[in-house]
């Protein structure tokens, strides 16, 4: 059975820092290539970062290089998400993905993330 678990989230005031995890279950972790989304209230999810199923390559959209840092650890079959300088902009639901290909793919429930004062 896959499960992608989140965790790490919570409440911070803005310039705070969070790690978020997820732990990977079900299938072979370091074939896929791994990427954390987040989704805002009332906007589309979007994708923050990827990683590739060795660690060797990350991506990360434009507005999100500065701040976030993708890393993993196939030892424990879990990725995580670095996030510092924490903005109320960045308050949203973060979710794990796994993909391999186009054939598998599979999300986690997501861990809310909200920065506020």
């Known amino acids: 059975q896959v499960q992608l678990v989140e965790s790490g989230g919570g409440l911070v005031q803005p310039g705070g820092s969070l790690l978020l995890s997820c732990a990977a279950s079900?299938?072979?972790?370091?074939?896929?290539?791994m990427s954390w989304y987040r989704q805002a209230p009332a906007k589309e999810r979007e994708l923050v970062a990827t990683i590739t199923g060795n660690g060797g390559s990350t991506k990360y959209a434009n507005s999100m290089k500065d701040r976030f840092t993708i890393s993993r650890d196939n030892a424990v079959n879990t990725v995580f998400l670095q996030i510092k300088g924490l903005q109320v902009e960045d308050t949203a639901v973060y979710y794990c993905?796994?993909?391999?290909?186009?054939?598998?793919?599979?999300w986690g429930q997501g861990t809310q993330v909200t920065v506020s004062s």
């Open positions: 993905n796994a993909r391999l290909g186009r054939t598998f793919e599979y």
């Open positions: 079900g299938f072979r972790f370091s074939n896929y290539a």
